[in-house]
Structures are given as C-alpha cells and as structure tokens.
C-alpha cells in the first residue's frame, strides 16, 4: 500500500498548486464561486489521481525485467540470423528467459493493471541496450550466467541485487525515469520498498503478493482527501490559531510551504484521532527537511511545539486507541 509519508506529500503538494493557482481565493467555505469550486475539485481529482499512478509506476518498474528479456530475446533472434553467430552471447541474451520468476512478475503486473495504466516501456526502448550494457558489468549477473536453470532462491536473490544496483548506483536510470514520470523522486522510496517486499514474498509456485492498488475507500484515498479538503477548508482558522502562539504573526512573510506543512499537521492533531501527536510531528518535519527552506524545519518544529501544547491544555487533542494520548 502508499505509505503515510508519501500521501503526506501529494496531499502537500496538491495544497500548493491549489493555493499558487487560486492566490485569490476565499478560503471560508461554502464560499467559492463556482469557478473556484471547479478548480477546487479538479485539484482533488488530480491528487487523488496521482496515488494510483504511484502504484502504477511501481507495477511498471517490478515488469522492467521482463520487458528487458523481451528485448534481448529480439537481440538474440538477430545473432541467431548471423552467419557466424557468436554461441556466448546468445547464452547470455537468453539470461532473463531461464528465470520463471521474470515471467511471474509480468503475468502478476498483467492481472493487476487497471483501466488507463499509462506507463509503457515501449516509450523507453531506446534506453535498453545501456540497460543491458550495465548488467554485463555486474559480477552477479556473470555468476549467475553460469547456471542453465537457476533456483528459485537464486532468481530472488537476482532480482533483489538487479534492481538495488539500478537504484542505488546508477543515477542515469534515476534521471531517465524522473524524465517519464515526474513523480518518481517523491515515490521511489515508496516503489523501491514495495519492490524489495514483493520479490521476497514471491513464491515458486507462480504467486506473486503484489502490493494493493489504491481503490475508493482504501485507507490511502480517504487519507488524502481529508487531508486536502480538511485543510483548505480550514485554512483561515488554522492562520488564527497559529497566530495565537506566535510573535509578530504575519502569514506573508513565512515560507508558503512552511505554512502548508503547518496546516496540514493541524489537520492530523484535529480530525485524525488514529494517528499519536508525535508521529504527525516527526513526519512533517521529514517533509520539511526535503520540500522548504533549510532553515524551515526549526521553525516548523518550534511552531508545532507551541500548537501542541497549548490545544492540549484546551482539550482540542483528542486521540483514540491505546497509547495514543500524548502527555
């Protein structure tokens, strides 16, 4: 499922593009002209919208190492064609064809699409030949060249090794998808992570546990529309309530994004009783590090320190569930 943290962003995102189109806007609801609700929808739409295109991306990305063999398959074909073929690589060419568990990825990826996937890796085709360049300088993609029918246990094992050194030492592959899909520097902890999980929980019988795709009334869903209608609609109370514990108050003159990760965590101490008053805390400070200014997360923290404490001396903070009261 999309973690927490990464609805926290889209919502904050989704926020900012809302406020930077309608800088005129009269946050006081039912107030909006019809214009404005129009916008107001549309924005939701689109944040909505972008969760499931974060499962999307994600399915896409675990079908890569078939779409790779299907190439090589074709390269393969035309070695074959030659006069004098070269045996060593059509052995290698072959390499992602001897794994069933490549085959069960794509078949899982298949059954999972929905209506209007977008992604396509037929669009990054000419990417592929670098693609296969790079795993013919890994030295586990050489051991495992060796075997005509790896293990299964052996095929996990590959996989997991394949995608961590496109991930993590290969910055062009990064670039390459930041350019397909915009969304990708926010979601490749999320894509990564489901990745890892999915290829550990695969089993040799064919089933594949992929993540679960984000449907209406999921938990990623509802948290994202609370969070965006929430908030806007409640973005003049949250200013004055900031306001409250702060000297020299002046909305204008505090970073558009620091206000935004204030409301936002308003919204989670007021009408999220599930969620513990430190965890909001320490999450949006994460997202402050990486979307503000750099010295925004102080800030951030000393305004949040204040908020709590002063709506749970007035008995504003109300959490449910065990131990979710903060003292």
């Known amino acids: 499922m999309i973690s927490r943290r990464l609805v926290r962003i889209k919502a904050l995102q989704s926020l900012y593009s809302f406020q930077q189109g309608e800088s005129t806007i009269d946050y006081t609801w039912p107030n909006l002209n019809p214009r404005q609700k129009a916008y107001f929808d549309d924005t939701l739409s689109n944040l909505l919208e972008s969760i499931q295109q974060s499962h999307d991306f994600y399915l896409f990305l675990l079908d890569f190492p078939y779409q790779l063999s299907q190439y090589l398959l074709e390269e393969q074909a035309l070695e074959k064609s030659k006069f004098y073929p070269d045996q060593a690589k059509i052995r290698r060419f072959g390499l992602l064809d001897r794994m069933p568990l490549v085959k069960y990825l794509h078949r899982a990826v298949t059954d999972n699409q929905r209506k209007g996937f977008a992604f396509d890796w037929s669009q990054l085709a000419?990417?592929?030949?670098?693609?296969?360049?790079?795993?013919?300088?890994?030295?586990?993609?050489?051991?495992?060249?060796?075997?005509e029918q790896p293990t299964f246990e052996q095929q996990q094992s590959f996989l997991e090794e394949f995608y961590a050194n496109l991930f993590e030492t290969k910055e062009?592959?990064?670039?390459?998808?930041?350019?397909?899909?915009?969304?990708?520097?926010?979601?490749?902890?999320?894509?990564?992570?489901?990745?890892?999980?999915?290829?550990?929980?695969?089993?040799?019988?064919?089933?594949?546990?992929?993540?679960s795709s984000p449907t209406v009334g999921s938990e990623e869903i509802e948290m994202a529309k609370q969070l965006f209608i929430t908030t806007a609609k409640n973005s003049l109370a949250y200013e004055s309530q900031v306001?409250?514990?702060?000297?020299?108050?002046d909305p204008s003159r505090i970073a558009v994004m620091d206000l935004l990760i204030i409301k936002l965590t308003l919204t989670e101490f007021l009408h999220c009783p599930t969620i513990p008053v430190k965890v909001t805390i320490n999450e949006y400070l994460e997202i402050t590090k990486n979307y503000s200014t750099p010295n925004s997360s102080r800030f951030v923290n000393g305004v949040l320190d204040k908020l709590r404490i002063v709506m749970e001396e007035q008995g504003l903070i109300t959490k449910s569930g065990r131990g979710l009261r903060d003292k």
Do not use: C
């Not at 990708?184 to 019988?205: F, G, H, M, P, V």
């Open 243 to 249: 306001s409250e514990i702060s000297d020299n108050w």
């Open 126 to 147: 000419t990417q592929f030949d670098s693609f296969y360049q790079w795993m013919l300088e890994w030295e586990f993609v050489k051991d495992i060249d060796f075997f």
């Open 172 to 211: 062009s592959f990064f670039d390459t998808l930041n350019d397909y899909y915009p969304g990708w520097s926010d979601d490749e902890l999320y894509t990564t992570r489901e990745i890892e999980k999915t290829l550990q929980a695969a089993q040799s019988n064919g089933v594949i546990p992929v993540a």
